[in-house]
């Protein structure tokens, strides 16, 4: 049964490579950081670096920076290999990088909505205290091709109904709580910049949206996961409010796609937005993952609020991606929530 | 060559740094290492200012440098607890566990602490703050009364004393505090509340017991608990008791008890993580005069 | 315009506290049955303190919240059977997990207003199991406006559909409510609700003034049957809705009928303002330390008023029922030494 997800996701990124016919050219040879890599983004790239490796003769290192890489070891055997290197760091703490790495990604965040609340401060020792860690010892290297910092489209958001561009800046009441972590985002790009500008070092940022798929963990409150825990369980799907809300999903082998193209072709202080193109609204992937369930739960809308008029759409604009690096989407909607419900099945219906 | 007891401690965040300050004022114990995850922690800084060695590199740096440790205090988490313990057992160490993890054996000082040093277990636990206030007053009335039906704990602690890992783990902290009762009094039945006061200025910890039991003996139910008192304020010299042995409704029996911190570096107003910390000083400080006397 | 708002009837919970949680299994049979027929959307019920909260501490409760959640269960065929529950008095595995498995379908999972944050575990566990899951702030008035939003929001962010803040005291007037539930429904992209008290005679006009500044969620026991003065009397709210163009679901007629066989059936005394509810509301002690501070001030020979006033300088909260011996004993000792 695991043979065969691994052997869908390795099919799932080949499909998404495809879509970028210069970019296993670019990645060979290459030695690559990714911190926090035992998050979705790490595992995701890297599925891609194995596979570049094993089909292409891509000869790429990986040097994955986690906290739980012994967890993620025991979760991921396939994964461990001579290409990827696993080293335990937390980012709070200072930390040096491979003397031989020239590519860096940064994608240490935090981005689960409980933590936000319960531990803001550590989030914010992660969000920026971590990149600032990063960058110092990025600035360590010996060559420095990019240094990728995934940021977030929540940085800009606010409430819209519109897709949400590179340019956006977006007003901020940052003496909220509540907006503690957009405001981590953007610190922590500042922080990008100053590095950037003081220490030159090469840095690109990626917003990303909401991504999906296999390797996603389904703790995290968002709406998606609930929605996907509710169809896989057979719980009626719960859909708070009126489920208009919109967003659009990336699936998980292009997202790796899309970060590794923007950190060998992307430019120095560009902002590239890294997301889904097709949008939809909560409603429609409710009722998209009812009908993929054989359990067929029912939709329940829950209360709507006194401020339902205010919208909280979050789609990107993605104009500048694929007109600069031609950044496009392998896999729909359908497939994404097909894999992401075979994926978590496997774990929840256990 | 020092007599003192080698120990490590593991976790650098309040509770660690706390212990840091206790095991360096014992006369008994010395901290040869001090290792956690995060250089930045203001726990490094503080050890660093003490001239005590530390390492950023948590458990591994246990294993490096074994040979110097005897005892490893864990102050991460449960789960980073279970992660540890194999490590440290493979290592033939003693851990004083101070996370809800329950691997080991509960250890309240004053009741078991000899018996714990004697019996060569290697996991000690000392099962929650709550657990080291109640616990003991709960033996006492045991020790007079053993017919308890249910034992019932119920804490205030300020709110400014509860981190984010007390406050993810309440449910940890109610299950770990009701069994120590059960364990340490014979009762039936336990129950623990915890309640977190907002207050400003930060309320200092307090503790309530009450015994369900058939003709509470009160006056031997009060020497009792003053003997106990007794021994826990040896460890614990902020522990005090607020509402004496109190009989209600004719068979409970109730007891408040507050604990002020020392102070060392949590405020008094923590004395729940004071209390744990005190409790596991206590039980090295034994296990290093039962180490001196046999090697006498 | 939002016309709808949802009812949830605590009767049975907060009517616990009123006879000490000595409600009986006919009790909740009976009132079950009645607010059903009538329409009541949630019907909560248990222990005045919620789920697991039987103890020493706040009182043992006459029926085991098995019993008593099984007896509703079968008594409410439309009506959705709904919970309180506090962590630190309840928790997931020996409590909630005992609950879901009984058939409630709604958790209320309630902290301090002060302390969201001990709440995420606890809702997690009702929303991953597909259960109606909100949010309680208690003793609301403890927290300005603006804290409370945060809170609010926090809670939100662990899943919670709906947001309740509570007047645990009575101690509110109607702006002091608009003010709140105006911040909270800034803040959130949830529906916001209130649970009144009556110490101040302002339970029905709080949770209007609370459904003006846009709450959709109000709580009402029949006859106001709930701690200190009560709540909000329910069949007064469902007439003064209906007469306000608000949808509430709920007949008219049959919420009248339920409301007679409460107070003749199961309620012993109609809740009524007393002067020590009045002291208790303005000095923002919890009203369910009504019944202790009475019989401690007695047995001590004590003002109550005096005990409450204390109280609410010490900023008790709820749980902090040991403390009223404590005040009272430092009370008498003071007379003593005055008296001298």
């Known amino acids: ?350 | 060559m020092s007599n003192k007891l080698r120990c490590a401690i593991l976790g650098t965040g309040n509770i660690g740094t706390d212990l840091l300050i206790k095991v360096m004022r014992s006369d008994l114990l010395e901290c040869t290492l001090f290792a956690g995850r995060n250089f930045r922690s203001e726990g490094m800084q503080k050890a660093t200012a003490l001239g005590v060695n530390i390492s950023d590199k948590g458990i591994n740096a246990i294993v490096d440098k074994a040979d110097v440790i005897d005892v490893v205090f864990d102050a991460t988490s449960a789960a980073a607890h279970i992660e540890h313990w194999p490590v440290i057992e493979g290592l033939g160490k003693i851990a004083i566990d101070m996370t809800p993890a329950k691997l080991g054996s509960f250890c309240v000082p004053a009741i078991n602490s000899q018996e714990i040093c004697g019996s060569g277990v290697r996991n000690i636990n000392m099962i929650t703050c709550g657990g080291q206030a109640s616990v003991p007053i709960a033996a006492a009335i045991a020790e007079v009364n053993n017919n308890i039906e249910y034992i019932e704990t119920a804490s205030s602690i300020a709110s400014r004393s509860a981190g984010p890992a007390t406050r993810a783990n309440l449910d940890e902290y109610i299950e770990t505090t009701e069994d120590a009762l059960i364990k340490f009094s014979g009762a039936e039945k336990a129950k623990a509340i915890l309640i977190l006061n907002p207050a400003n200025p930060p309320v200092d910890m307090q503790t309530t017991v009450y015994a369900k039991i058939k003709n509470p003996d009160i006056v031997k139910i009060n020497a009792s608990v003053n003997a106990m008192m007794l021994k826990i304020s040896n460890y614990v010299p902020g522990y005090a008791l607020l509402v004496p042995p109190t009989v209600i409704n004719d068979d409970i029996v109730m007891i408040t008890v507050k604990v002020l911190g020392e102070g060392d570096y949590l405020p008094r107003y923590a004395g729940n993580l004071d209390i744990i910390n005190c409790a596991a000083v206590g039980v090295a400080e034994d296990i290093a005069t039962n180490v001196l006397e046999l090697m006498s | ?340």
């Open chain 3, 1 to 340: 315009m939002n016309k709808k708002i949802l009812i949830s009837d605590p009767t049975l919970r907060d009517g616990n506290h009123a006879v000490r949680h000595q409600l009986r299994k006919n009790d909740f049979s009976s009132y079950c049955k009645a607010a059903d027929t009538a329409g009541v959307p949630i019907v909560e019920v248990g222990h005045g303190n919620g789920l697991g909260a039987s103890s020493m501490l706040v009182g043992e409760c006459s029926l085991s919240d098995e019993i008593i959640l099984s007896t509703a269960r079968e008594n409410l065929q439309h009506s959705k059977l709904a919970v309180h529950a506090i962590p630190g008095f309840c928790t997931i595995e020996r409590h909630m997990a005992m609950a879901l498995d009984l058939g409630v379908d709604v958790f209320r999972i309630a902290a301090h207003c002060t302390e969201a944050d001990i709440t995420d575990r606890h809702i997690a566990f009702a929303r991953k199991h597909g259960k109606e899951v909100y949010g309680v702030l208690m003793m609301s008035h403890m927290a300005s406006p603006a804290h409370l939003a945060d809170e609010a929001f926090k809670m939100q962010g662990y899943g919670a559909e709906g947001v309740v803040i509570m007047d645990s005291s009575g101690h509110y007037l109607p702006l002091d409510v608009t003010e709140r539930i105006s911040a909270l429904v800034e803040m959130l992209r949830i529906p916001v609700g209130f649970h009144a008290h009556n110490n101040l005679g302002m339970g029905i006009a709080n949770s209007v003034a609370a459904v003006q500044a846009g709450a959709t969620i109000i709580d009402g026991s029949a006859r106001g049957f709930g701690a200190g003065s009560g709540n909000a009397q329910l069949e007064v709210l469902v007439a003064v809705f209906e007469k306000m163009g608000y949808e509430t679901g709920i007949d008219l007629y049959k919420i009248l009928d339920a409301a007679d066989i409460a107070e003749k059936e199961i309620i012993p005394s109609l809740p009524y303002i007393s002067s020590t509810s009045i002291v208790s509301g303005i000095s923002g002690v919890f009203s369910g330390f009504i019944k202790e501070v009475n019989s401690i001030s007695a047995e001590h020979g004590l003002d109550a008023r005096d005990i409450f006033i204390e109280l609410g300088s010490r900023k008790a909260v709820a749980g902090q029922e040991s403390l009223i011996l404590e005040v009272a004993l430092a009370l008498k000792a003071n007379n003593i030494i005055e008296a001298r």
């Open chain 1, 1 to 350: 049964m695991s043979i065969n997800v691994n052997k869908q996701i390795k099919e799932d990124c080949l499909g998404s490579l495809k879509l970028q016919p210069d970019l296993v050219a670019q990645l060979k040879d290459q030695n690559i950081t990714v911190i926090g890599g035992t998050g979705f983004i790490g595992t995701w790239i890297a599925e891609l670096v194995a596979i570049v490796n094993d089909t292409f003769d891509g000869n790429i290192i990986l040097e994955l920076l986690g906290r739980s890489t012994a967890v993620w070891a025991t979760k991921h055997p396939h994964l461990c290999r001579d290409d990827i290197i696993l080293r335990a760091q937390d980012v709070r703490s200072p930390f040096g990088i491979r003397e031989e790495t020239t590519l860096i990604i940064y994608a240490a965040a935090i981005a689960d909505p409980s933590i936000h609340a319960s531990d803001p401060y550590k989030v914010y020792q992660t969000n920026v205290g971590g990149i600032e860690n990063a960058l110092r010892a990025a600035s360590r290297l010996p060559i420095i091709a990019r240094f990728l910092n995934v940021s977030s489209g929540l940085a800009v958001a606010g409430s819209t109904t519109e897709a949400i561009s590179e340019r956006n800046i977006g007003i901020l009441d940052f003496t909220r709580i509540q907006n503690m972590y957009a405001q981590s985002r953007r610190t922590a790009e500042s922080v990008a910049s100053i590095f950037g500008s003081q220490y030159r070092i090469p840095v690109t940022t990626a917003r990303a949206f909401t991504f999906i798929g296999p390797y996603q963990s389904i703790d995290a409150p968002w709406a998606i996961n609930n929605f996907i825990r509710d169809a896989i369980t057979g719980n009626d799907i719960r859909i708070r409010g009126d489920g208009s809300t919109r967003r659009s999903y990336l699936y998980g082998s292009d997202a790796a796609v899309w970060l590794l193209k923007i950190l060998v072709a992307g430019n120095n202080g560009d902002i590239y937005n890294v997301g889904g193109e097709e949008v939809i609204s909560h409603s429609e992937v409710a009722y998209a993952l009812s009908k993929l369930c054989k359990k067929n739960p029912k939709i329940v809308f829950t209360g709507k609020s006194a401020s339902a008029d205010r919208k909280y759409d979050f789609f990107p604009d993605l104009s500048f991606s694929k007109s600069s690096l031609n950044l496009n989407q392998a896999f729909d909607m359908k497939l994404s929530l097909e894999r992401s419900i075979q994926w978590h099945s496997r774990i929840i219906l256990k």
